[in-house]
Nanobody, 121 residues
C-alpha cells in the first residue's frame, strides 16, 4: 500500500520561510506528477505547485517567485521551499501524487493527511 506522509508545517512570521517535505512510502515503481495543494479556512483546495517526473513545473500565480518545488524520483520525495511567506499563505497544505505505479497496483491519485502552515503578521 502506498501512502504520502508530509512534514515541515508550523508557525512562522510574515517574511519567513518554511520547507515542506513529502515522501511516498511503499513499493513504488514510478510516480508521474507530485505536488502540493492548499486549503485555507472557508476556501476551496487549490493547486500550489506541481512537478512531473521529467521535472516540468507548474505554480500558482500567487506563489511564483516565492515558492520552489523539487523532487527526488529515486527517493519518491517532493519538497516545497516557501520563502517570503505572508498571512495569505496560511492554510493546510496537502501533498498530492498522480498516476502511481506499484508492482501490483496502479493509483490514479493519492493525498497526504495535510500539514498546517500558519503565517503570523
Amino acid at each position: 500500500q502506498v501512502q504520502l506522509v508530509e512534514s515541515g508545517g508550523g508557525l512562522v512570521q510574515a517574511g519567513g520561510s518554511l520547507r515542506l517535505s513529502c515522501v511516498a512510502s511503499g513499493s513504488i515503481v514510478s510516480i508521474n506528477a507530485m505536488g502540493w495543494y492548499r486549503q485555507a479556512p472557508g476556501k476551496q483546495r487549490e493547486l500550489v505547485a506541481q512537478i512531473t517526473r521529467d521535472a516540468s513545473t507548474n505554480y500558482a500565480d500567487s506563489v511564483k517567485g516565492r515558492f520552489t518545488i523539487s523532487r527526488d524520483n529515486a527517493k519518491n520525495t517532493v519538497n516545497l521551499q516557501m520563502n517570503s511567506l505572508t498571512p495569505e499563505d496560511t492554510a493546510v497544505y496537502y501533498c498530492n501524487a498522480k498516476e502511481i505505479s506499484a508492482p501490483t497496483y496502479w493509483y490514479l491519485e493519492l493525498w497526504g493527511q495535510g500539514t498546517l502552515v500558519t503565517v503570523s503578521s
